[in-house]
């Protein structure tokens, strides 16, 4: 899991060759497999609908969090707006955080004040996922024609709903089976606090990726040290395999 969640919104060689050769319907299936393993995107919606037990709570929850997630993928994404995809990451981690420790009642127990709005907090963390989706979308060749590009951006939209869509009836199934056992009091508080642990991972990964990305000269292995390494290998091998003849 830990080498897919850097990856869960990359864009690989493979799917970008694909897109060319392909129309809309492979920006669909490339959407619902984007949010399938968008890793950081299914621990907020799973954190988001961790204690929602009604059909209706679910729906407005998840409908404010699409409309966000939809403005921003779209209109980033069109009129091509920008931003480091490891640093909307970290933040994309950091609101996994914040719902775990929002459903373990963070804010009463250790800041002594009433959450803040979940539905405008969901709808504002639903933008920030949707820029998170538009940076990985923006390095497919969408094409010149804004039609045919909003085409695409509409129909990669479209996906990433299905993908939620499928992920999310997963999860509530899961959650309203739980609910009906014991461990459900028990381990609820365990959950969310694992919840944060891995949005902790992974704000921990987007910020070592950011740092090599913006700092990468300070990351680089210096070349001229790694070639002198391989020399003194080099040497050595020989001197073993010059005792080792002489044996």
């Known amino acids: 899991m830990i080498p897919g969640s850097v990856l869960a919104h990359g864009i690989s060689e493979a799917d970008k060759i694909r897109m060319l ?10 959407g619902a497999s984007h949010m399938l393993t ?26 404010v969090f699409t409309l966000g ?20 990451d970290a933040v994309i981690a950091l609101s996994v955080i914040y ?4 459903n373990n009642g963070g804010f009463q127990k250790y800041l002594d004040m009433k959450s803040p709005s979940l539905l405008w907090m969901v709808f504002l963390f639903g933008l920030i996922h949707g820029f998170g989706l538009s940076t990985r979308l923006q390095q497919l060749p969408l094409g010149d024609d804004p039609l045919a590009m909003l085409g695409r951006i509409l129909s990669f939209n479209v996906g990433v709903e299905v993908g939620q869509i499928a992920a999310l009836s997963v999860m ?8 009906r056992r014991p461990s459900f009091a028990r381990f609820s508080t365990l959950a969310n606090v694992g919840i944060m642990a891995m ?6 990964m987007q910020l070592h990726g950011y740092f090599h990305h913006t700092q990468a000269e300070e990351f680089r292995f210096p070349e001229k040290e790694h070639g002198h390494v391989h020399e003194d290998m080099a040497i050595e091998q020989l001197e073993k395999e010059s005792t080792h003849d002489n044996l």
């Open 69 to 88: 997630n939809c403005l921003t993928l779209i209109l980033a994404t069109f009129f091509h707006i920008s931003i480091n995809a490891w640093a909307i």
């Open 21 to 30: 050769e392909g129309g809309f319907l492979q920006y669909v299936g490339l």
């Open 99 to 102: 719902k775990g420790f929002d």
């Open 172 to 179: 509530v199934a899961l959650l309203s089976f739980w609910r």
């Open 38 to 63: 968008g890793y950081d995107h299914l621990l907020f919606l799973f954190g988001v609908v961790f204690f929602l037990t009604t059909f209706k709570d679910i729906t407005r929850f998840i409908t």
């Open 199 to 204: 949005g902790a991972l992974l704000l921990f």
